[in-house]
C-alpha cells in the first residue's frame, strides 16, 4: 500500500487565488512528521514545510500553511495568494519514528499558475 | 556555500557500463541518502547510510551499490548499468542527530541515461 497518496498529478491555479494540495498518509507508526517540498523546473528540491504528528496547531511559514487532519490521514498543503513562481512539481513526504530517518515521498503533483 | 554537491550533473552511459555517482556535503550531517526521481512516482530510497561506515538498503536497491568511508561523501555506483536505471539521482542528507523534524537537504541532481 502506498505511504504517501497525492491525487493530483495537475492542479492550474489563478495568479493571487489560493490553492491547496492535496496529501493523504498511511502509517500506524504514533510518531511521524509530515514534510511539503517544492521542485521548480529547475529541479532542485526546495523544503517547505513540516508538521508533527503531535502538534497541536497546524504549521505554517509564510503564504504556506498545513491543513492537518490527523484522524483522516491527511497534510493538504495550502498556498495562499498564488504567484507565478510557485508553479512547480510538489511533494509530499513523511518520516516514521522507526525509519532510518529517510522520508518516503509521494508521487507529486504539478501545479501551474496562470497569470 | 555549504550545502550538497552532485557529479556529474548529467550523463550518458551505454548499457553494461560501470557508473558512480558522486556526492559530497560540507553540512557534517551523519545521515545521507540516495534517491531516484521517475516521472509519476516521486522520489524512492535506493540506499541510505545514518552514520560513517554504516549503509542500508532502500525501497529499489538492486544493481546499486554505496559506500560511507567517512562522514562527508556518498558514492552511489552501478555495477552494470541497465536502461531501467534512466532516471534523475537526488543525494540528500539530514542531521540525524537532530530533531525529528529535521528535513532532508537536496544535492541538484544526476540525470543519467542509460542506452
Known amino acids: 500500500a502506498q505511504k504517501i497518496t497525492q491525487t493530483q498529478p495537475g492542479m492550474f491555479v489563478q495568479e493571487k487565488e489560493a490553492v491547496t494540495l492535496d496529501c493523504t498518509y498511511d502509517?500506524?507508526?504514533?510518531?511521524?512528521?509530515l514534510f511539503w517540498y517544492k521542485q521548480p523546473s529547475s529541479g532542485e528540491m526546495i523544503f517547505l514545510i513540516y508538521?508533527?504528528?503531535?502538534?497541536?496547531q497546524n504549521a505554517t511559514e509564510g503564504r504556506y500553511s498545513l491543513n492537518f487532519q490527523k484522524a483522516r490521514k491527511s497534510a493538504n498543503l495550502v498556498i495562499s495568494a498564488s504567484q507565478l513562481g510557485d508553479s512547480a512539481m510538489y511533494f509530499c513526504a513523511m518520516r516514521e519514528s522507526g525509519s532510518a530517518r529517510q522520508l518516503t515521498f509521494g508521487s507529486g503533483t504539478q501545479l501551474t499558475v496562470l497569470p | 556555500i555549504a550545502g550538497i554537491t552532485q557529479a556529474p550533473t548529467s550523463q550518458i552511459l551505454a548499457a553494461g557500463r560501470r557508473m558512480t555517482l558522486r556526492c559530497t556535503q560540507d553540512m557534517r550531517h551523519n545521515a545521507m541518502y540516495w534517491y531516484r526521481q521517475d516521472l509519476g512516482l516521486g522520489l524512492r530510497l535506493i540506499h541510505y547510510s545514518n552514520t560513517a561506515g554504516t549503509t542500508g538498503k532502500g525501497e529499489v536497491p538492486d544493481g546499486y551499490s554505496v559506500s560511507r568511508a567517512n562522514t562527508d561523501d556518498f558514492p552511489l555506483t552501478l555495477a552494470s548499468a541497465v536502461p531501467s536505471q534512466t532516471s534523475v539521482y537526488f543525494c540528500?542528507?539530514?542531521?540525524?542527530?537532530?530533531?525529528?523534524?529535521?528535513?532532508?537537504?537536496f544535492g541538484n541532481g544526476t540525470r543519467l541515461t542509460v542506452t
Open positions: 502509517t500506524s507508526d504514533p510518531s511521524y512528521g
Open positions: 508538521q508533527g504528528s503531535y502538534d497541536q
Open positions: 540528500a542528507s539530514s542531521d540525524s542527530a537532530g530533531h525529528p523534524n529535521s528535513p532532508l537537504h
